[in-house]
């Protein structure tokens, strides 16, 4: 299925920040009036981190919230660099979500080991309600790289172990797992990522383009990113 795309720019990543986090509240309040549950993804790096804080100050019902990870760095549990560690940092350890409704990526076990130990997690999730990605500079999204996916692979999540970037072994949910999602946010910052969006509008297929929700997905991008 083609990816289809709503593009909303922002003219600061504080701005871009701050709806994001009211987008994700939003999300939260429907599936929890409809279904009695949010299940979200979350994602790395600086923009998510700034949205995470901006929750953590936020009011919700968050016994109804299970925390999911699209992808996850092969260190010790408590490295600084683990999306876990900063998701549990910036918010998680500050709301009163139950524990045992945040779900880490063991990838200190190795990505193999963790990769099937996911899968068995989220076996019972038929859709998230809201995943939310990031784009690296090179349009990789989650940690599939370019030239490393496999988009028609039918596993839910797949080990990395030559990731350009480090460190090599990484964890990552799969194109079609990314995809299996009622609502899907891309959060876009930072200059660097100029060549990566200029190569998504003009229809590359780059990592990112690959997820392919049925009702599309949700580019917010800072607008100095869109004239490309």
């Known amino acids: 299925m083609p990816q289809q795309r709503r593009w909303h720019d922002f003219d600061s990543a504080a701005s871009l920040a701050s709806a994001a986090a009211a987008a994700i509240l939003d999300a939260a309040s429907e599936a929890i009036a409809t279904r009695r549950a949010f299940h979200l993804v979350l994602a790395g790096g600086t923009t998510p981190k700034r949205i995470y804080e901006m929750l953590a100050a936020a009011s919700a019902q968050w016994r109804y919230w299970h925390i999911y990870f699209g992808d996850e760095r092969c260190l010790p549990a408590d490295h600084e660099q683990r999306n876990s560690r900063m998701a549990n940092d910036a918010w998680l350890s500050r709301v009163a979500i139950p524990p045992a409704q945040i779900y880490p990526i063991a990838a200190e076990r190795g990505a193999a080991v963790a990769a099937r130990e996911y899968a068995r997690t989220l076996a019972g999730i038929e859709l998230f309600d809201l995943v939310l990605l990031g784009l690296g500079e090179d349009g990789h999204t989650a940690s599939l790289f370019p030239g490393q996916v496999k988009p028609r692979a039918r596993s839910a999540v797949v080990p990395v172990f030559d990731a350009p970037k480090p460190p090599a072994e990484r ?10 999602t ?10 660097a990522k100029l060549a990566a969006v200029g190569a998504w509008r003009s229809g590359q297929a780059i990592p990112a383009a690959l ?18």
């Open 182 to 191: 009622r609502q899907l946010i891309f959060l876009v910052t930072g200059s």
């Open 171 to 180: 964890v990552s949910l799969s194109v079609r797992r990314l995809s299996a």
């Open 211 to 228: 997820i392919a929700p049925a009702a599309g997905v949700v580019i917010y991008v800072e607008v100095s990113l869109t004239a490309v």
